[in-house]
């Protein structure tokens, strides 16, 4: 039983996975939207962590598995088998770190090879604390995250800046939006039909309409990047 009496078997379930280059604050960003922490010395992730987060969103109480990737290079033959299973994918990049925002088109590409079902891609420009050190602006973020119809924002691990509008209003808003329908499905549910059922048999079937759905969404500028870099 989860704290607010809700078995956890009853909850419906999504997956979260953070890609991004090596020390752009990933696990960072994890750690403050679960334990709102954070931690100033860098421990590079080994392999994949992951954590989980019990979450309300429209009156349903919905359980995030969190996949926490590692940026470095020896790692990252480990990624797509957990980007297949996601259906939200948070693109970090670093604002003070140009390359980290040039490798997006890179990150992109590897969902795109891997994913077969509709997901929420969320760009994040992560460490806006470090105004003085800023190589990436405000306006090619979001400009970028419009071309590609991505949710946008930049936030700070550090002092928590644009978290809980990030997570609790942009995000929560784009997961009921884009699982309407499950939503929905669950609210008719009654509680026997709820046991067991994931959330993973509706959104990762292989699905070939989705799969050419979510290639147009991404524009024809990130897939030119990816040819001429
Ligand atoms: P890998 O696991 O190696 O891929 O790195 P990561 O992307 O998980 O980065 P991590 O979260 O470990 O953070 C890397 C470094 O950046 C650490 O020293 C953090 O303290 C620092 N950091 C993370 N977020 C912020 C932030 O918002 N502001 C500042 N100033 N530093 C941050
Ligand atoms: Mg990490």
């Not at 420009?125 to 949710?151: M, Q």
């Not at 978290?163 to 929905?184: G, S, T």
């Amino acid at each position: 039983m989860e704290d607010d009496g809700v078995p956890v078997e009853d909850l419906l379930k999504l997956k979260l996975i953070v890609v991004g280059n090596q020390g752009t604050g990933k696990s960072c960003i994890l750690n403050r939207f679960v334990n709102e922490t954070f931690e100033e010395n860098y421990q590079a992730t080994i392999g994949l962590d992951f954590q989980s987060k019990n979450v309300t969103i429209h009156d349903q109480d919905v359980r995030l598995i969190l996949y926490d990737t590692a940026g470095q290079e020896k790692f990252r033959s480990l990624i797509p088998m957990y980007i297949r299973e996601a259906q939200i994918i948070l693109l970090i990049y670093d604002i003070s770190d140009r390359e980290s925002f040039d490798s997006m088109p890179k990150w992109i590409q590897q969902v795109l090879d891997v994913k077969n079902s509709e997901v929420v891609f969320v760009l994040i420009g992560n460490k806006n604390d470090l105004e003085n050190e800023r190589k990436v602006t405000y306006e090619e973020g979001k400009k970028f995250a419009e071309e590609n119809n991505f949710i946008f924002q930049e936030v700070s691990a550090k002092n928590g800046n644009n978290f809980e509008k990030l997570f609790e209003v942009q995000i929560f808003e784009a997961i009921y939006n884009k699982f309407k329908n499950e939503f929905d499905k669950r609210e008719k549910m009654g509680y026997e039909e709820q046991v067991n059922y994931e959330t993973n048999e509706y959104a990762n079937n292989n699905n070939n309409d989705n799969k050419v759905k979510l290639e147009n969404n991404i524009s024809q500028n990130v897939k030119k990047k990816k040819r001429c870099c």
